[in-house]
């Protein structure tokens, strides 16, 4: 027989990939001894054993070589159960491979799997079980460890240093046979390069500067970004400027006091039972998102020198929370999402000002950056000016009774149907279209009993014509959205 040997070694930084693969690769040759030979080999680097095998590239060109006619194996050996497979993997992709006519040989069984077989079928399972329990296992120890690190001896945990930092040599690994192997610790030190920016950065916060003042002036003088002073860590930036969020998040970063700091952010594997990635949601791969701040852990002061002090630091928290109304009322917007720029084709931001709803498109603009000549003028628009305009355009005779004035419910109309308001600094035009004419509409019925007809709004008086194609459907919202609620 023709075999096919599939292995898998987790992470190239920590195992040898070359070792590993000979290991597996010896088990599934005494496994086929007699029985045939291996033509082919694929062999994944660094991919983990609960990503289906769809997403690892090995695997997945495995699957592909076999739905081919013209194949050059007839069975897939593999020398360890757990180097493939977790949860219910095992089952699913021997089953695939079966319907090519292709056998599955396991160390543990071994031999071929055969589905049909209810002994087969438990040890399946139970190799499942175990795999997926020792990712568990290995997850939980991973995260418990590190938290315990940090929150005892303030180690630092890996990954780039923060701007401002550099890692050092912080001497020998506590285990003592990794010390051994010649590992050592690193801890942050002040990069003398980039130090005195964050010093300044947060000095002139506290004089008051907004962080778009401060991105400007940084831009301005020409000091490298993040991205741009460790080009070898940030090669999917560009690296070309200081933005508000950089400038934001250095203010926001408590490792700036001398405290090390773990868990800000999480990984969610999007499992719908913990361990088994044979039922994922979202697309099936992992994300990350930020924690609460009762979920951080945080170490005794000390951890690295401190570019400010905790004082210092709180403050300036305080200077950067969002200004809350003096009446303590949210601002409120009705067309958000709807208002689009005639000029550049921008979903407008909701911008407060004078106590009024409106809404602004600054064309790409940023408040990092100085304007450029050439940049339009940043068009401002007044949310009751764009109901009235609405209201008068979807039925002049309503306008002109003064129907349906609820400026809610007119933007929700609006909303429902799918209408765009496109907007330039001379006119107001309505933009109708949805995919489905007859969506949230289902054809009410009026107080008299009679069928309204799908163009006809719930608000007395408004009319709107039949909807056509809106070309602003999938435009993507702006990124830049400072205000708006």
């Known amino acids: 027989m023709r075999f096919a040997f599939y292995g898998r070694t987790s992470t190239e930084q920590f195992q040898d990939p070359v070792s590993s693969r000979e290991w597996q690769r010896d088990n599934a040759v005494q496994l086929i001894d007699g029985h045939g030979q291996i033509t082919v080999e694929f062999f994944d680097i660094g991919y983990s054993r609960a990503l289906p095998w769809q997403h690892r590239p090995a695997a997945a060109a495995l699957l592909r070589s076999a739905a081919q006619p013209d194949r050059t194996f007839d069975a897939v050996v593999i020398g360890e159960f757990e180097r493939a497979f977790t949860a219910g993997h095992a089952r699913s992709i021997t089953a695939q491979l079966n319907a090519y006519g292709i056998s599955v040989w396991l160390a543990e069984l071994d ?76 801890r942050l030190d002040l990069d003398p390069d980039t130090a005195a920016h964050v010093e300044w950065m947060f000095a002139q916060r506290l004089a008051g500067h907004s962080t778009a003042g401060i991105a400007r002036a940084l831009n301005a003088r020409g000091v490298p970004p993040p991205s741009a002073h ?28 001398g405290r090390q ?49 905790e004082a210092d630091f709180l403050r300036v928290q305080q200077v950067t929370a969002l200004a809350a109304p003096d009446d303590g009322n949210v601002n409120r917007y009705q067309l958000t999402g709807l208002v ?21 498109c600054r064309h790409g603009h940023t408040s990092a950056n100085a304007p450029r000549p050439d940049r339009p003028k940043t068009l401002y628009v007044r ?33 429902v149907r799918g209408i765009t308001i496109v907007c330039t600094a001379v006119s107001v035009t309505l933009d109708i279209g949805l995919d489905d004419p ?29 909807p056509t194609r809106n070309p602003h459907r999938r435009h993507p919202r702006n990124v830049n959205t400072f205000g708006g609620g």
Request: glycine share 10%; proline share 8%.
């Open 111 to 186: 031999g071929p799997v055969d589905l049909s077989d209810s002994t087969h079928q438990a040890v399946l399972q139970l190799l499942g079980h175990q795999a997926q329990r020792e990712v568990l296992r290995a997850r939980r120890r991973t995260t418990a460890a590190m938290a315990a690190q940090v929150r005892t001896q303030g180690r630092h945990l890996g990954g780039r240093p923060p701007y401002g930092y550099r890692l050092v040599d912080a001497g020998p690994h506590p285990n003592v046979q990794h010390a051994r192997w010649g590992r050592r610790l690193q």
């Open 438 to 466: 007859k969506a949230g509409w289902d054809n009410p019925t009026s107080a008299a009993g009679d069928q309204r007809q799908p163009d006809q709004l719930t608000i007395p008086g408004l009319t709107i014509p039949q």
């Open 261 to 309: 700091v773990w868990n800000r952010q999480s990984v969610d594997h999007h499992e719908t039972r913990p361990g088994d990635t044979s039922r994922l949601s979202r697309g099936g791969r992992p994300t990350r998102g930020w924690n609460p701040r009762d979920q951080w852990e945080i170490s005794p002061p000390g951890a690295h020198p401190a570019l400010v002090s």
């Open 340 to 360: 689009i720029c005639g000029i550049c084709g921008r979903r407008a931001e909701g911008h407060w000002v004078h106590g009024r709803a409106r809404y602004r």
């Open 383 to 415: 949310e009751d000016h764009l109901l009235e305009q609405a209201r008068a355009q979807l039925s002049p005779r309503a306008a002109e009774r003064g129907d349906g004035s609820n400026p809610a419910g007119l933007a929700a109309q609006l909303r």
């Open 230 to 257: 460790d080009r070898a860590r940030n090669p999917h930036r560009s690296g070309t400027a200081w933005t508000l969020r950089t400038v934001a998040s250095i203010l926001a970063n408590p490792r700036y006091t």
